[in-house]
Structures are given as C-alpha cells and as structure tokens.
C-alpha cells in the first residue's frame, strides 16, 4: 500500500469492502428451511450457518482450520497503577501461553485450533494516553499493517483476543471517546475502591485531552489506542478483504472493531462475539456495535477465552447443518 499519508490507505481499503456471498446464503437458507421442516428447528445454530455461509461463500460452510490469534502491547498509562496486575507482567502472561500453560492452550489443544500468540515490542510501551497521543499516525499505521499480515495462513475462522496490562483501561478510554458515556460505563470494578477511582480520573483526563480529534475514528486510535488494539484492527481488516469470518473476544478486540464500525458500520458485518462476559464495558460495547454473543458463561476478560469457545459453537453448528439428511416422502 502507498499513499500520501498512512491511514489513507486504510481509509480506501474501507471504502471497497467485499460482501458476503449471497448465492451461498440464499442456498442455505434453503436448505435450512427444508431441515427444519422435518421437526427440529435449529433456532440461532441455523442463524450461525446461514451466516457462516455467506461468508465462506459455501452452501454447506464448514470450519476446518480454526485459528486463535491473540496480540499482546503495553501501555505507558499502566504506570499509574490502573490494574490489579503490575505493569511489566504482560511479558509473563505471554511466556506463559508460549509455554503451552494458559487456559486457551488446552482449548486449542483439546479441539484442534492452532494458536499465535503476537508480542508487538512489550519492551517499548505506547506513549500514556493521559498525557499525550499513544503513538504517531506513521507508528499506528505501520501496527496495522502488521496486524493485517498477521491472519496469514489459509484459516477458515479467526478468533481474535488479546493479552496484557492496561488494555482494558485503554479500551474503555478509546470506546468512551467513539461511543460517548460516563467513564464508569466502560469499566469493570477491580481491586480497591481507588483502584477504580484512579481508572475513571485517567480516562476522563485522557479523552478530555483528546477529545477535539476524535471525530476521526482512525486518529481517535493513535491517540488513545495501543499497539494491541491497532494490530486486532488490522487483522479485523485483512479478514473482511479475504472474506474469512470473525469471532471476537473481550472488550480491547470491541474497542478495535468500534475503530472501523465508527469509518463505515458494516464493516464488521463479518464478526461475531464469542461470548458476554461480566465486563459492563463489553456489554455496552456489543450492544452499540450490534454484536450479540454468541455464549454467555459468566466469564470475565482474556486469553481468547471467549472467542474460542464462541467457535466451537459455530463449528459444532456447520457440522451438524452438512451432516443432517433429509428425509424421502
């Protein structure tokens, strides 16, 4: 990609976005009528096909080669104390999960999903949004890119999450900044009561710092973004232009997906979210973005966690659409 400036790129690739196959949902739609018309409605799992179809571009989708791609940055706004966690432990968060012992390792390897796990230069934290821009247009654009190479490997489904310190702050300061609300809409309460008091202050100082550049979905990224939150919106990108379906997970891959719904709404029409969890700033997230989960197991923020249980609903529910017969009159 060249242009004149870093996110025009961007901007052009969002002004051309591929639509779903609608030959290969009309025919499994079809289909769909004609199995439920043998007594077993098939509720949401016939939703999830039919739109599963589209997407592939299959009457009789199927998900064969499922991938878990999680992104991991740093935040200097996590100098303050903004998490229940210290601020240099998303670089053990990351070893551990390289080391095969998070709790999305055994999903992947339970039900046959690879994994990648993204470290996006932990040593070098983005600027702290309370005080300045995250990073320049030039530095977000190229994370992007990155992003976009990422989903790379021939998946038929990509579940995207991420991991870290401070994500989720930032997150909630991006989507406030996009979606307007109180502060305290966005966040989960943590820890010690000022705990959550410090998070409120530094997301109102932040998105009131930034607030007269805001109305660029795309420049609302660099200054209140992160590396993390710019590479899942790459990905999310690259996925729509290879018309490769989406399962997102947690409230940092719903404040990247806010990024290209605030350019153009449909173009998240290829995503999904895995599952509801207990932060009220997801919830809110999901509602604003039309995004309606697909489980809800009382979980709370991480790993891929979600997202990939979210798949293997999907997955279970094209197997069953291609593997019921109908029955001769």
């Known amino acids: 990609m060249t242009s004149g400036l870093p996110f025009d790129d ?3 690739l969002l002004r051309r976005l591929p639509e779903a196959d ?5 025919d499994a739609e079809a289909r769909l009528r004609l199995l439920e018309g043998q007594g077993v409605p098939l509720g949401r799992m016939g939703e999830l096909v039919v739109w599963l179809a589209g997407w592939q571009g299959r009457s009789q989708p199927q998900i064969s080669r499922p991938m878990v791609t999680l992104f991991a940055g740093t935040h200097g706004i996590a100098k303050h104390g903004i998490s229940t966690r210290k601020a ?3 670089q ?4 551990f999960c390289a080391a095969g012992g998070a709790a999305i390792n055994q999903i992947c390897a339970a039900n046959d999903f690879g994994l990648k796990v993204f470290d996006l230069a932990l040593h070098l934290p983005v600027d702290d949004i309370s005080e300045g821009p995250a990073f320049d247009e030039r530095g977000c654009a190229v994370t992007m890119a990155f992003g976009m190479e990422a989903i790379a490997g021939g998946a038929d489904l990509i579940c995207i999450g991420s991991l870290g310190v401070g994500g989720e702050t930032v997150a909630a300061a991006l989507l406030m900044a996009l979606h307007g609300r109180a502060a305290l809409d966005w966040i989960e309460p943590v820890g010690e009561p000022d705990l959550t008091e410090r998070r409120i202050r530094l997301i109102d100082k932040a998105v009131e710092l930034h607030g007269g550049h805001v109305k660029d979905p795309l420049e ?4 209140l973004g992160g590396r993390e939150i710019a590479a899942i919106a790459g990905a999310i990108l690259a996925a729509r232009m290879e018309r490769v379906p989406v399962v997102l ?4 891959s719903l404040a990247a997906a806010a990024v290209l719904h605030g350019v153009r709404p449909d173009a998240i029409d290829h995503c999904l979210l895995g599952h509801a969890t207990t932060n009220r700033g997801q919830r ?3 509602q604003m973005l039309g995004l309606k989960p697909i489980l809800d197991l009382e979980m709370g923020e991480g790993e891929g966690i979600g997202a ?7 997955k279970n529910a094209a197997q069953t659409f291609g593997s019921m017969t109908l029955r001769q009159n």
């Open 88 to 90: 240099n432990e998303t």
């Open 308 to 314: 990939a249980m979210g798949a293997l609903v999907l």
């Open 22 to 26: 609608k030959a290969a949902r009309r």
């Open 92 to 95: 053990a968060m990351v070893e």
């Open 10 to 12: 961007y901007r052009d």
């Open 284 to 286: 809110h997230a999901a």
């Open 249 to 252: 997970d947690g409230i940092v």
């Open 220 to 223: 609302a990224l660099r200054r």
